[in-house]
């Protein structure tokens, strides 16, 4: 059975929730807390996400996103996937860390955004685990009261946009006010989660529904992150590795140990084109397992590496653009 689409749009916010495999931890501690958050920076910066929020509990988090470049499967696959590998190799574990797919709900921004980052705050107040928002560590509510600096999404630093959220409800004075009334008033699931993963107005639901038939009429040319990967064919993913690198076209990229050229060649043709792992590999003479575990190990090397992230953004950056390459 085909899985359900996913309605993607350009600017579109979510309100994103994954829980351990039958409501087991995801984590444990301080370190997998931060392990996390790290390579949500590094999906931030990839994928050009705006976060407006999260919450980290024991088995589940909550996430609230926008995606300029309307890519959430591919941001959240990419940032579930890396950090289950990672914390299965942390902990000596095998089999699924998550309990499958992450829900996601469509929000309306402009009624329910302040109401949805309030309820994402009070989760470790519901869970008898804190007596206020702002106690709990492992949240964005301290970038809500001031007490975290800004980062830039260049930096490893997770960047958490209250701008938006503070205009909206006039203020962070109001938004305490707010996040006071929804704990008071306790809203029940549909006004959180919406029907139907939508949350928002009639007329909100109604265009809404309206997109989602039109994806399913072509199921993948209708959907916007379906549409970037076909278009991307293998020639343009080199000439923007190439001038991401400031590469000619009389340097050869082939398959080198070490060599930086290859190594985001093989990733760019993964991430960006639609090429199986098979085809990517005929072209370098490696077996499809290979290109897997290169691609990995380079998502992994963003992590630590500013240099890297930076080249990997500068990709996805210049296949956005109108190409003028011949």
Partial sequence: MARPLRLAYEDA?????????????IFTDDKDREEF???????????????HGYC??????????????ANLSRAMHTLNSSYASWYRARHQLVGSLFQGRFKSVL????????????????????????????????????HYLGKKPPAKKNELTLAVTTDEVLRLCGGRKNYLAIIDEVW????????????????GDEDFVDEMKM?????????????????????????????????????????????????????????????????????????????????????????????????MRKTIADIATILKRPETVK
């Fill in 37 to 51: 958050l790290g390579r949500l920076a590094v999906a931030q910066v990839r994928f050009n996400l705006t976060v």
């Fill in 211 to 307: 997109r989602l038939r039109a994806a399913k009429e072509g199921r993948v040319e209708h959907m916007p992150e379906a549409k970037d990967i076909l278009r991307n064919d293998p020639e343009r993913v080199e000439r923007a590795v190439r001038a991401a690198l400031g590469l000619g076209k009389e340097t050869t990229i082939a398959r080198r140990r070490g060599d930086t050229g290859y190594r985001l060649m093989v990733w760019a043709l993964r991430r960006h084109s639609a090429l199986r792992l098979s085809e990517i590999g005929a072209r370098f003479g490696i077996k499809a397992s290979a290109v897997s575990e290169l691609v990995r190990h380079t998502d992994e090397m963003a992590l630590s590496d500013k240099d």
């Fill in 56 to 69: 980290l509990m024991g088995n589940h988090y909550h996430l609230l996103v926008g995606t300029p470049d």
């Fill in 184 to 199: 008071a008033r306790k809203p029940d699931a549909e006004s959180i989660y919406g029907a139907n993963s939508l949350l």
């Fill in 107 to 142: 929000v309306e921004e402009e009624r329910y955004l302040a109401e949805v980052s309030a309820y994402i705050h009070l989760n470790p107040v519901r869970a008898g685990l804190v007596n206020s928002p702002e106690a709990w560590k492992w949240s964005s509510m301290g």
């Fill in 13 to 25: 916010l979510y309100h994103v929730i994954n829980r351990g495999h039958r409501r087991e931890a």
